[in-house]
């Protein structure tokens, strides 16, 4: 079975309609990456990101609900907000998964750089690719 737009969601139809959007979008940049050769293992790839994204949004959304950054425990001590942690972890993960596939600006900067036969070059060249 390969990994298709009616799969994803069918598969995330309980999730947030964000995380299924983006999948989406993520799925139009593999299969066009992978010349529509969309394995097996794709399926993991995309349960460890829908969840991260899941796990973000929801977050974010908490944030956004108690308009606060930071809590307050019962000796009056304050302590930044929980899922501002939660966030933050969910977040690195996410562009761990997308640096890994080559779906984020500079993984792709660097990928096409690398089928050129270019070595990894400066920091300068690749933010001047990156910006183009």
Do not use: C, W
């Not at 309609?17 to 993520?26: A, G, P, Q, T």
């Not at 790839?45 to 994204?53: G, K, P, S, V, Y």
């Not at 930044?80 to 890994?100: C, F, G, V, W």
């Amino acid at each position: 079975m390969k990994l298709t737009k009616d799969i994803i969601s069918a598969r995330y139809k309980s999730y947030d309609e964000r995380v299924i959007d983006f999948l989406n979008n993520i799925y139009e940049d593999v299969k066009d990456q992978h010349k529509n050769n969309i394995n097996n293992y794709f399926f993991v790839t995309f349960d460890l990101l829908a969840n991260q994204l899941l796990l973000y949004f929801r977050a974010l959304d908490a944030i956004n609900k108690d308009a606060s950054l930071s809590t307050e425990d019962s000796y009056k001590r304050t302590a930044k907000s929980p899922h501002i942690t939660i966030l933050n972890h969910a977040h690195q993960e996410i562009m761990n998964i997308l640096d890994e596939y080559g779906l984020s600006p500079f993984a792709a900067a660097k990928i096409k750089r690398l089928n050129k036969g270019e070595d990894d070059g400066s920091a300068e060249e690749l933010l001047s690719e990156l910006i183009k």
